[in-house]
């Protein structure tokens, strides 16, 4: 109690010199090496095992790499749609293409928007989308022949009973069977389509860790192998994989559970996705649709959607409100400029 030399009173000590003193200059050790020391241990930049892929490069790791399949589908991509003119007297008509989807703008009076967000997308369109990333990236394969896995190898571990073309390898799926194949697999999983942008990145992941293409032979099981894994990671009641023995009839557990355990190896257990790498599947999806044609639907922006969005919009608006009273107001508009300032008065 009447201590005065407590922590809240006394000041911190002062340094007291001698006349005669003088502080001697820092001089810093020499480095010994790991020789002199007799430590063999080795500094951890030599104990990791740093793979030759790049993480930097890699578009399932890395939010600013691009991705393959967009990459892929650009070097095959149509001349860009085009109307074509006809000309008369005064008068240039504009004759659209056949089988040309025409574009629909909003105006004052109606909004078109499509029902799909990088939150919740379309499920339909995105399994479109997925089907036709998946289609590039067999027909714009590397002509080099990368190494073949023997899990993945369809004639080895059929799908089914029925027997294989001897030709099977040697002609590449239409875009239309891949969308079959992965479309049944999500109705009958019922399989979310957030799982389908899982599914492509773990598709690319493997492609690039494992250093395999994706061929007419293997395309099937590499893709079942990534729904497999995706439904397991992003859904909360993931399907077992007996389930999946009941959608392909001919399958058997063993080969799924071997499927799935290789996938994993291949992967080197990596099954994180970021929110970032996950945007930019999304966005890079959308612009592939949109340079093949493959646009979301729009519909007009009806009352009741028109509802739903001002709710939304009021209940971020609520929950936001405290964080811009507290930022700070770094410029104001000329009509704020005329303000009441309220002065102190004197009175003499």
């Known amino acids: 109690m009447g201590n005065t030399t407590s922590c809240c009173v006394s000041s911190s000590p002062k340094l007291r010199r001698n006349a005669?003193?003088?502080?001697?200059?820092?001089?810093?050790?020499?480095?010994?090496?790991?020789?002199?020391?007799?430590?063999?241990?080795?500094?951890?930049?030599?104990?990791?095992?740093?793979?030759?892929?790049?993480?930097e490069y890699n578009p399932s790791d890395h939010p600013r790499a691009s991705t393959i399949f967009l990459s892929k589908s650009q070097t095959d991509v149509a001349v860009p749609y085009k109307k074509a003119e006809i000309k008369t007297i005064g008068v240039i008509f504009f004759q659209h293409l056949?089988?040309?989807?025409?574009?629909?703008?909003?105006?004052?009076?109606?909004?078109?928007l499509d029902d799909s967000t990088v939150s919740q997308p379309n499920l339909k369109y995105t399994i479109k989308c997925v089907a036709l990333a998946i289609y590039y990236h067999i027909k714009n394969r590397d002509a080099d022949g990368r190494m073949l896995l023997d899990?993945?190898?369809e004639k080895l571990h059929p799908l089914s009973k029925?027997?294989?073309?001897s030709d099977y390898e040697k002609?590449?799926?239409?875009?239309?069977?891949?969308?079959?194949?992965?479309?049944?697999?999500?109705?009958?999983?019922?399989?979310?389509?957030?799982?389908?942008?899982?599914t492509l990145v773990y598709l690319?992941?493997?492609?690039?860790?494992?250093?395999?293409?994706i061929c007419p032979s293997n395309w099937k099981r590499i893709v079942l192998g990534a729904i497999l894994l995706a439904s397991k990671v992003w859904d909360d009641q993931a399907v077992w994989n007996v389930d999946y023995c009941q959608i392909l009839k001919d399958i058997t557990v063993e080969d799924m559970n071997e499927l799935e355990r290789q996938f994993l190896?291949?992967?080197?257990?990596?099954?994180?996705?970021?929110?970032?790498?996950?945007?930019?599947?999304?966005?890079?999806?959308?612009?592939?649709?949109?340079?093949n044609n493959l646009s979301y639907p729009l519909e007009p922006l009806s009352r009741d959607k028109a509802q739903k969005l001002e709710a939304i919009s009021?209940?971020?608006?609520?929950?936001?409100?405290?964080l811009r009273k507290c930022a700070k107001k770094r410029s104001a508009s000329a009509d704020n400029l005329s303000v009441v300032r309220w002065s102190p008065a004197i009175i003499s």
């Not at 029925?162 to 073309?165: A, D, H, K, R």
């Not at 002609?171 to 899982?198: G, M, N, W």
């Not at 009021?314 to 405290?322: G, H, N, S, T």
């Open 204 to 213: 690319e992941r493997l492609l690039t860790y494992a250093e395999i293409d």
């Open 265 to 291: 190896e291949l992967l080197q257990f990596n099954i994180n996705v970021p929110s970032s790498v996950y945007a930019k599947y999304y966005f890079d999806l959308r612009s592939m649709a949109e340079a």
């Open 171 to 198: 002609h590449d799926p239409e875009q239309k069977q891949i969308y079959r194949f992965v479309r049944t697999l999500f109705s009958a999983a019922q399989l979310t389509a957030e799982c389908a942008i899982v």
């Open 20 to 55: 005669h003193s003088r502080l001697e200059s820092y001089r810093p050790e020499p480095e010994l090496s790991r020789e002199d020391t007799g430590c063999n241990l080795q500094h951890i930049s030599d104990r990791e095992n740093l793979d030759d892929v790049n993480m």
């Open 162 to 165: 029925s027997e294989l073309p």
């Open 151 to 153: 899990i993945f190898n």
């Open 98 to 112: 056949p089988g040309q989807i025409r574009r629909k703008y909003s105006s004052c009076s109606t909004i078109f």
């Open 314 to 322: 009021r209940l971020c608006d609520d929950k936001y409100k405290d």
